[in-house]
């Protein structure tokens, strides 16, 4: 069955840190490129931070030096570390798979940032 299942998320204090895994299956995950997206309630969705199969990154300039993007290809398995959390951070977020012949989206995964 060919899908991307986040875990990781939940409530947390401002300042505090989390980690949210997206597992792969289905796919060859060093063919894709891969991301994470965020979506708050009413606002569109955003990109957060991707990371190419050749190892290129981005991150929304937000989160520039907060989050980091990772991949183990081995595990099929894509990380995002999120560290100094804020409210703003809220969001339902999504990992997102991308080739040149298709791409896939997890459910998502729910982050709340609150004291």
């Known amino acids: 069955q060919v899908q991307l299942v986040e875990s990781g998320g939940g409530l947390v204090q401002p300042g505090g840190s989390l980690r949210l895994s997206c597992a792969a299956s289905g796919i060859t995950l060093s063919d894709y490129d891969m991301a994470w997206y965020r979506q708050a309630p009413k606002m569109e969705r955003e990109l957060v931070a991707r990371l190419t199969k050749g190892g290129g990154t981005f991150y929304k300039s937000s989160v520039k030096g907060r989050f980091t993007i990772s991949r183990d290809n081995a595990k099929q398995m894509v990380y995002l570390q999120m560290n100094s959390l804020v409210p703003e951070d809220t969001a339902t977020y999504l990992c997102?798979?991308?080739?040149?012949?298709?791409?896939?989206w997890g459910q998502g995964t729910q982050v709340t940032v609150s004291s």
């Open positions: 997102h798979a991308r080739a040149p012949w298709g791409q896939m």
